[in-house]
C-alpha cells in the first residue's frame, strides 16, 4: 500500500510542492476534473468514507495511513507535535533523530511502525487505542484491510517487526474511579471497579463485552488511586462457558441466582455472602441469563447461604435453619421464635437445593428441659460450655467435636445461658475428649495426651514430637477440667530402650505384639488386657517396630504336662493275628496355662517292640485343666507279655517358648 507525505513544521515536502507546480500550469484541467469529482463526492457514501479525519491539512493526499495516524495523534495529544515525515517506515527513524522517544512497547496512545517488509515496500503505521498486554493491543487505522479512506479497528498481536513512537506529553488522570468504571494504573492491568473492590479483566473479549454493557472508556489513574481499592475476584472471562466456576446464572423468567461450581449450581442466597474458596463476595456484573432447557440441565449442588437463613423447599412444608454449612430442621414454630425469628423471613427456594445440602443435627426443641440429650449449657460465671449426656453435663472443649451418636459437631446457637446454681446441681460426667489430644493444667508443665479416654503423661517433649505430635496443638485448661479425665499408663519415654517394661513390640512384617516384662517378652494377645501391676490396659501407640527380636528372650509360662495309659487291646482279630497291639494314652494338663501345638515327638519301646504309628505326630492344642486322647500302635511279637513305652513331646506356651518333655 502507498503511504501519503504529509506537512512537517510549515515546510511543504517534495512531493507536495510538485504537485502545486502542476496545478499552476494545468488551471483548465483542474476544473474539469473539479466539475466530473463534484457528482461523485454528492453520491451515497459509505459508514467509512464519511469517517475521514477532517484536520488533514494538505491537497491531493488523503486517505492513506499515515494520513489517519496524523490526524489521530493530534486528536488525543493536542498539544504535542508528531515530527515525522517519508513513507511509513521512515516515521521511526525521523521522529528518532527529531527528538521523540521511540521504542518496542506498545503504549496507549503511540504511534505503531510497521516495516518496509509490508505495503509494498512503504511499511505501515496505525495509532494504538488500546493496550490489553505487552503482546497485544488495539488499534484504529486507514488504508489496511478495507482500502484508501477506510478506517478499521483490529486487535494487534506483537512481533518484532513493530515499534512504537511514544508521546512525552502525560496527559492528566481521573481522581477516582466510580463503580463499573474500568481503571488503569502505569501498569498494563485493566481493572473493573464493582463493589468497592478492583477485579481484574482477563482478556480484550471481556474488556470489550464490560464496554458494551457499561459503557465509557478505560480511566487512566494514579497507582495510588488504584492501589487504594481493595483486590476482588477476577471477572470471570467472556470466554468461559456458562458451566465455569465462578459465573452466576438465572433464567429470564426467574429472578433466582445460581453460582456455579464444579459443574454444579448451587442457589445463591445473597451476594454479601463469603466464598469460603477465596474469601471474597459476589458480584452481580457476572450473572449470565440463560435459557430454561440448558438451567435444567444443570444439576443442583448445595445452595449457598448464610448462617442463620431460614430456608424451606418448594415441595415441601419442612423449615431449616442454616447452621455451620448444614441445613437444620426446626422442630416448631414455638423454636423458630425463641431464636428471634419471625416466619416472613424464610426463603422459599427450589427443592433441588435443599436437598443437595449436607443435614445437620436438628436444632433442639425449646420444649425440650435443659438436661434433655444434646442441649448445651453454660453458666454465667464462667465461660464453660457442657454438653447433656445421660442426665450429666460433660465438658465441651470445642464445637468441632464430633459427637459419637450422630457423627455431627456442635452448635454454639444451641447454647442455653443458665444461674450458676443451675449449672451446678446438674452431675458432672468425664469432659468430652478425642484421641491425641494434648492437655496442660494452667499454671503447669505437664503435658498430657488423651487416648481411649483417657490422660496419659507424656515424658518429654522428645516423646511427644516421636508420635508426631504437635506442641502448637496444646490446650492449657484449668487443672479441675484435667482432673475430671481418667489417668492411663505413662506414655513410654522414647529414650527407653525396648527391653523396658510395658514396652510393646512388633517384628516388621509380623502381626504378633510382644509386651516386655523383667527384660523378657510375651505375646500379648489383645490390647484390652489388663495388666495386673498398674489396672491398665495396652494402647497401640506404643507399639515399636523393630528388625529382628532375636537378642530379647521370650518369657516362659508353666506347663504341666503328665502321659497316662488308658489301655492296651486288639482292635479286631485281624489285628491280633497281625501282632498289632492299640494302646490308648491320655495327656492332661494340668498347669494354668494354654500348651499350643503339642507334638508327640518319639515312643520309646522295650522288649523289641516297635512303633507302627508315623511319629512325630500333632496332637493340637490342650487348654489349661483338660486332657487330650491318642492312641498309638505298636508290633509285638508272640511270648511277649508286657512292654515299657517311654513317650517325648513338646508344647509350645502363650509366648511360643517351645517346652519339651520329658
Known amino acids: 500500500m502507498k503511504a501519503g507525505k504529509i506537512f512537517f513544521s510549515g515546510k511543504v515536502s517534495q512531493r507536495a510542492s510538485g504537485l502545486l507546480r502542476f496545478l499552476k500550469g494545468h488551471l483548465f484541467l483542474v476544473i474539469v476534473l473539479w466539475v466530473l469529482i463534484i457528482p461523485f463526492c454528492l453520491a451515497p457514501l459509505n459508514k467509512?468514507?464519511?469517517?475521514?479525519?477532517?484536520?488533514?491539512?494538505?491537497?491531493?493526499?488523503?486517505?492513506?495511513?499515515?494520513?489517519?495516524?496524523?490526524?489521530?495523534?493530534?486528536?488525543?495529544?493536542?498539544?504535542?507535535?508528531?515530527?515525522?515525515?517519508?513513507?511509513?517506515?521512515?516515521?521511526?527513524?525521523y521522529a528518532a533523530k527529531h527528538g521523540m522517544v521511540t521504542g518496542s512497547v506498545p503504549k496507549n496512545g503511540s504511534v505503531a511502525v510497521w516495516g518496509s517488509d509490508v505495503g509494498g515496500g512503504t511499511g505501515h503505521v496505525a495509532f494504538v487505542e488500546q493496550v490489553y498486554s505487552p503482546n497485544s493491543f488495539k488499534v484504529t487505522e486507514m488504508n489496511w484491510s478495507c482500502g484508501r479512506w477506510c478506517k478499521d479497528?483490529?486487535?494487534?498481536?506483537?512481533?518484532?517487526?513493530?515499534?512504537?513512537?511514544?508521546?512525552?506529553?502525560?496527559?492528566?488522570?481521573?481522581?477516582?474511579?466510580?463503580?463499573?468504571?474500568?481503571?488503569?494504573?502505569?501498569?498494563?492491568?485493566?481493572?473493573?471497579?464493582?463493589?468497592?473492590?478492583?477485579?481484574?479483566?482477563?482478556?480484550?473479549?471481556?474488556?470489550?463485552?464490560?464496554?458494551?454493557?457499561?459503557?465509557?472508556?478505560?480511566?487512566?489513574?494514579?497507582?495510588?488511586?488504584?492501589?487504594?481499592?481493595?483486590?476482588?475476584?477476577?471477572?470471570?472471562?467472556i470466554t468461559w462457558s456458562d458451566m465455569a466456576d465462578y459465573v452466576l446464572i438465572k433464567t429470564s423468567s426467574d429472578n433466582a441466582i445460581f453460582l456455579m461450581s464444579h459443574g454444579f449450581k448451587?442457589?445463591?442466597?445473597?451476594?454479601?455472602?463469603?466464598?469460603?474458596?477465596?474469601?471474597?463476595?459476589?458480584?452481580?456484573?457476572?450473572?449470565?441469563?440463560?435459557?430454561?432447557?440448558?438451567?435444567?440441565?444443570?444439576?443442583?449442588?448445595?445452595?449457598?447461604?448464610?448462617?442463620?437463613?431460614?430456608?424451606?423447599?418448594?415441595?415441601?412444608?419442612?423449615?431449616?435453619?442454616?447452621?455451620?454449612?448444614?441445613?437444620?430442621?426446626?422442630?416448631?414454630?414455638?423454636?423458630?421464635?425463641?431464636?428471634?425469628?419471625?416466619?416472613?423471613?424464610?426463603?422459599?427456594?427450589?427443592?433441588?437445593?435443599?436437598?443437595?445440602?449436607?443435614?445437620?443435627?436438628?436444632?433442639p426443641s425449646i420444649t425440650w428441659s435443659n438436661t434433655a440429650d444434646g442441649i448445651l449449657i453454660r453458666g454465667v460465671s464462667k465461660d464453660w460450655t457442657y454438653v447433656m449426656k445421660a442426665g450429666q453435663k460433660r465438658y465441651l472443649f470445642t464445637y468441632d467435636q464430633i459427637d459419637p451418636n450422630d457423627g455431627d459437631f456442635y452448635y454454639s446457637s444451641?447454647?442455653?445461658?443458665?444461674?450458676?446454681?443451675?449449672?451446678?446441681?446438674?452431675?458432672?460426667?468425664?469432659?468430652?475428649?478425642?484421641?491425641?489430644?494434648?492437655?496442660?493444667?494452667?499454671?503447669?508443665?505437664?503435658?498430657?495426651?488423651?487416648?481411649?479416654?483417657?490422660?496419659?503423661?507424656?515424658?518429654?517433649?522428645?516423646?511427644?514430637?516421636?508420635?508426631?505430635?504437635?506442641?502448637?496443638?496444646?490446650?492449657?485448661?484449668?487443672?479441675?477440667?484435667?482432673?475430671?479425665?481418667?489417668?492411663?499408663?505413662?506414655?513410654?519415654?522414647?529414650?527407653?530402650?525396648?527391653?523396658?517394661?510395658?514396652?510393646?513390640?512388633?517384628?516388621?512384617?509380623?502381626?504378633?505384639?510382644?509386651?516386655?516384662?523383667?527384660?523378657?517378652?510375651?505375646?500379648?494377645?489383645?490390647?484390652?488386657?489388663?495388666?495386673?501391676?498398674?489396672?491398665?490396659?495396652?494402647y497401640p501407640s506404643d507399639v515399636r517396630t523393630v528388625n529382628s527380636l532375636a537378642d530379647i528372650p521370650i518369657q516362659p509360662l508353666d506347663l504341666h504336662l503328665a502321659l497316662i495309659l488308658s489301655r492296651a487291646y486288639w482292635a479286631s482279630y485281624a489285628d491280633y493275628q497281625a501282632h498289632k497291639l492299640s494302646v490308648d494314652f491320655t495327656i492332661r494338663n494340668s498347669s494354668d496355662n494354654d500348651a499350643h501345638e503339642v507334638v508327640l515327638t518319639a515312643s520309646n519301646n522295650s522288649q523289641g517292640v516297635s512303633n507302627l504309628t508315623s511319629l512325630p505326630l500333632n496332637v493340637g492344642d490342650i487348654l489349661k485343666d483338660a486332657d487330650k486322647q491318642i492312641t498309638l500302635t505298636y508290633n509285638v511279637q508272640p511270648g511277649i507279655h508286657n512292654f515299657r513305652v517311654k513317650l517325648a513331646a513338646t508344647a509350645k506356651d502363650a509366648n511360643t517358648y517351645l517346652h519339651t518333655y520329658p
Open 48 to 93: 467509512n468514507i464519511l469517517e475521514i479525519p477532517t484536520r488533514l491539512s494538505w491537497v491531493g493526499y488523503g486517505g492513506f495511513c499515515t494520513d489517519w495516524v496524523y490526524a489521530r495523534w493530534h486528536e488525543v495529544h493536542s498539544n504535542e507535535e508528531l515530527k515525522v515525515d517519508g513513507d511509513a517506515w521512515q516515521w521511526l527513524g
Open 414 to 538: 444451641d447454647v442455653r445461658v443458665l444461674t450458676d446454681a443451675e449449672v451446678n446441681q446438674i452431675s458432672t460426667g468425664t469432659p468430652m475428649v478425642w484421641n491425641e489430644q494434648l492437655l496442660r493444667p494452667i499454671g503447669t508443665l505437664d503435658v498430657y495426651v488423651v487416648e481411649c479416654n483417657k490422660k496419659r503423661h507424656l515424658p518429654n517433649l522428645q516423646t511427644l514430637q516421636s508420635r508426631n505430635l504437635q506442641a502448637k496443638n496444646i490446650i492449657d485448661i484449668d487443672q479441675g477440667i484435667v482432673d475430671m479425665i481418667p489417668s492411663g499408663r505413662v506414655v513410654p519415654d522414647i529414650n527407653w530402650l525396648n527391653t523396658h517394661d510395658n514396652i510393646l513390640l512388633q517384628k516388621k512384617g509380623s502381626s504378633d505384639i510382644w509386651l516386655m516384662k523383667g527384660g523378657k517378652r510375651q505375646t500379648l494377645s489383645s490390647f484390652d488386657n489388663i495388666d495386673p501391676d498398674d489396672g491398665d490396659f495396652y
Open 266 to 363: 448451587r442457589y445463591l442466597f445473597n451476594f454479601d455472602q463469603i466464598d469460603s474458596g477465596d474469601g471474597d463476595f459476589y458480584y452481580p456484573s457476572d450473572i449470565r441469563v440463560i435459557s430454561q432447557t440448558e438451567f435444567n440441565s444443570i444439576p443442583f449442588g448445595p445452595a449457598l447461604y448464610l448462617n442463620g437463613q431460614l430456608a424451606r423447599g418448594s415441595s415441601s412444608l419442612a423449615v431449616y435453619l442454616m447452621d455451620r454449612n448444614k441445613k437444620r430442621l426446626v422442630p416448631n414454630l414455638e423454636t423458630l421464635q425463641s431464636r428471634g425469628f419471625k416466619p416472613e423471613v424464610i426463603h422459599d427456594i427450589p427443592q433441588g437445593a435443599v436437598d443437595t445440602m449436607a443435614t445437620g443435627r436438628g436444632v
Open 153 to 237: 479497528t483490529r486487535d494487534v498481536t506483537m512481533y518484532s517487526d513493530i515499534h512504537f513512537i511514544y508521546s512525552v506529553f502525560v496527559a492528566p488522570t481521573v481522581t477516582q474511579c466510580n463503580e463499573h468504571d474500568r481503571c488503569r494504573g502505569s501498569g498494563l492491568a485493566v481493572y473493573f471497579i464493582e463493589r468497592g473492590k478492583k477485579r481484574l479483566i482477563p482478556n480484550p473479549e471481556t474488556l470489550d463485552y464490560l464496554d458494551n454493557e457499561f459503557g465509557g472508556n478505560i480511566k487512566d489513574v494514579s497507582d495510588s488511586i488504584l492501589n487504594g481499592y481493595p483486590i476482588g475476584r477476577g471477572v470471570p472471562s
